[in-house]
C-alpha cells in the first residue's frame, strides 16, 4: 500500500466505527477514539477492569497518526507506514470488527424512487504453502437477483459512495438467492480459480521434499531400527515442504448498489 491508500483507509476505518476526527490534512490525522476502539488499539486493560468495576465516567483516548511528511501541529504522533505494528493492530482489529457487513450505495436524488439490487461480496485470501508461501487476494461479488458474478468486486466498490443508512427515495430489492447457496457458488467459482492455477510450485516442492529425504534415508540406512530422531526428522520434512491450499475468509457483506 502507497502512503496515500493507508491515508484514505484509515479515514474510513475511523469514519466506519463512528470515531471523531479531530484534526487532519493529507498527512496526518487525529481522532477521538470511541471507548470500543480504545479498548481495541490502547493497550489499557487494567483501567478499563477498573472503570467496569467502579462504574467511573469512560474517557477514550486520542489518537494521531502521520501518514506523509508533515508532522500534527504539536509535533506528536505516530508515522504508520505498511509495516508498522499499529497499521497491523488496525488490519486485526477489521476482523473483529468488520467481519460482516451491510452497506447501501448512496445514489443522487432522481425524483423517483430507485431500486438498489443486493450483492454478496466475499474477500478471500488464498495462501500457497510450502518450504515457500504465496498469497493471492481475489474479492468476488455474486448479485443475488440473476446470479451474477463479478471479479475484482472490491475494487467496484471503493469508487462507490456507500453508507450505513438506506438513501432517501431508494428502496431495495428481495434477493432471489439464499446467502447459504450464494457462497457455495462463490465457493465453487474460488476453486475453479485455483484449479486452472499453476501449481508448477507444488512440484518443486516434492522434488527438495524427496531429496532430503533421501538424504535423510541415507544417514540411517545401516540401522535396521530407526531411533526416535529420524522420525522426528522425517515429520519435520513432511511438515516443512507437503504442499498446501489454504483458504481463508479475510471478510464479506451484503452491498445494495444501482
Known amino acids: 500500500m502507497q502512503q496515500h491508500e493507508i491515508h ?12 471523531r476526527i479531530l484534526e487532519k490534512n493529507f498527512s496526518y490525522m487525529k481522532v477521538q477514539l470511541t471507548t470500543e476502539l480504545d479498548k481495541l488499539l490502547m493497550n ?4 478499563w477492569h477498573y472503570l467496569e468495576k467502579t462504574g467511573g465516567t469512560p474517557n477514550p483516548m486520542t489518537l494521531t497518526l502521520v501518514t506523509g511528511q508533515q508532522q500534527a501541529p504539536d509535533g506528536k504522533g505516530e508515522f504508520i507506514h505498511f509495516g508498522s505494528p499499529r497499521l497491523h493492530q488496525i488490519f486485526a482489529s477489521t476482523k473483529k470488527l468488520a ?12 425524483g423517483s424512487q430507485v431500486p438498489l439490487q443486493p450483492w454478496l461480496c466475499l474477500n478471500v485470501k488464498v495462501t500457497y504453502q510450502s518450504d515457500q508461501k504465496k498469497d493471492q487476494l481475489l474479492s468476488y461479488g455474486i448479485q443475488l437477483i440473476n446470479g451474477t458474478i463479478e471479479d475484482q468486486f472490491h475494487s467496484r466498490l471503493q ?15 428481495s434477493p432471489f438467492i439464499k446467502l447459504e447457496s450464494a457462497i457455495k457458488r462463490l465457493e465453487s467459482k474460488i476453486q475453479e480459480v485455483i484449479d ?13 521434499w524427496k531429496e532430503d529425504q533421501d538424504l535423510l534415508e541415507s544417514f540411517y ?8 530422531s529420524y522420525h522426528v526428522e522425517k515429520e519435520a520434512l513432511r511438515t516443512q515442504y507437503e504442499p498446501k491450499i489454504l483458504v481463508e475468509i479475510i471478510n464479506g457483506g451484503l452491498f445494495y448498489l444501482s
Do not use: G
Open 8 to 19: 484514505r483507509f484509515l479515514e474510513r476505518y475511523f469514519d466506519a466505527n463512528e470515531c
Open 196 to 208: 486452472h492455477d499453476d501449481h508448477t510450485w507444488a512440484e518443486d516442492a516434492m522434488k527438495r
Open 159 to 173: 469508487k462507490l459512495l456507500l453508507t450505513k443508512r438506506i438513501p432517501d427515495f431508494c428502496y431495495t430489492l
Open 221 to 228: 540406512e545401516d540401522l535396521l531400527t530407526k531411533p526416535e
Open 44 to 47: 489499557r486493560p487494567f483501567y
Open 99 to 110: 467481519s460482516f457487513i451491510r452497506l447501501y450505495e448512496s445514489v443522487p436524488q432522481q
